[in-house]
């Protein structure tokens, strides 16, 4: 089974006119899950018309908090197997049914346990997405004079098929259920920001499972931008998850090996 996991933050238009991400009828393979923080009623009585699981309990969770808490919910209600697999999915991402079965059936195939596919900031898929990056260091700071970020976005051209990367968006990650559950999920000491890369980097050091990037796999991620004063709360988010990661990484994780 294949569980996608949706949290909305007041984007139940989004939602509903994307026809849930394009999975609304995704077919008996495939259950979408959506967790509202913003509750709607319009997105609940929708979701409820295309058999979407949907809940608005414990709302104001962090971004990490609240994929665990969705996966709690369906191992408790339905229960969750092994082998079946789970994807954090942003509401502002769109794929199609073909394409979540194909990247389930390869990750199988390469017994890859966390996976994520090529998103494009256009729907002619033109324009890519820098969903794959680098792990940040010490010394990330002062590389923001010709890389713009604190994380490095590997260069997709560069991948002629499948491969690995230091980490992946958190606007699209699959998991294997069994992976997420021995990482025990998200760290939600994270409130936003860098929860995707501290959960990737515990990935690759403890279990010895980097990202598997499946470069002909395709979807949008329109990623809309921010107004100016939320973008300065956010800036400031950014910063401390940062800062955590850089601390965890080199005093906390240090001393850690795979299994």
């Known amino acids: 089974m294949i569980h996608i996991a949706i949290v909305s933050h007041g984007h139940q238009d989004l939602l509903i006119a ?35 699981s949907y809940t608005d309990a414990s709302p104001g969770l962090s971004f990490g908090a609240n994929n665990n808490f969705l996966f709690a919910q369906i191992k408790n209600s339905v229960g969750i ?19 979540i079965l194909e990247l389930v059936r390869l990750m199988r195939a390469d017994h890859a346990a966390l996976a994520t596919l090529n998103l494009y900031r256009d729907a002619n898929f033109e324009t890519p997405d820098a969903n ?9 700071p002062i590389r923001m004079a010709w890389v713009h970020s ?13 491969g690995l990367s230091d980490w992946a968006s958190d606007a699209f990650l699959a998991f294997k259920a069994s992976h997420y559950q021995l990482l025990h999920g998200f760290d939600d ?9 501290d959960l990737c980097y ?19 991620h ?9 973008a300065s709360r956010h800036a ?10 850089i601390f965890r990484k080199y005093f906390v994780y240090s001393g850690a090996k795979h299994v």
């Not at 197997?81 to 394409?99: E, G, H, K, L, R």
């Not at 794959?132 to 990330?140: G, K």
């Not at 400031?236 to 990661?245: E, P, Y």
Request: charged share 25%; hydrophobic share 35%; aromatic share 14%.
């Open 189 to 197: 000491r994270y409130f936003m920001y860098f929860e995707d890369v």
């Open 150 to 162: 604190l994380t490095e976005p590997y260069n997709k051209s560069d991948y002629k098929s499948a």
């Open 81 to 99: 197997q092994a082998d079946d697999i789970f994807i954090v999915m942003n509401p502002d991402v769109s794929t199609d049914q073909a394409t």
């Open 18 to 52: 994307s026809q849930i991400g394009g999975l609304q009828d995704a077919g008996d393979d495939i259950h979408v899950w959506i967790k509202d923080n913003l509750p709607s009623s319009e997105l609940k009585e929708y979701c409820l018309r295309h058999r979407v």
């Open 132 to 140: 794959i990056r680098r792990f940040p260091d010490f010394f990330s």
């Open 222 to 230: 329109s990623a809309a931008r921010k107004n100016h004063n939320v």
């Open 236 to 245: 400031n988010w950014f910063i401390r998850s940062f800062l955590k990661f």
């Open 202 to 220: 515990r990935s690759s050091l403890m279990l010895g499972h980097g990202v598997r990037y499946y470069p002909q796999l395709k979807a949008l």
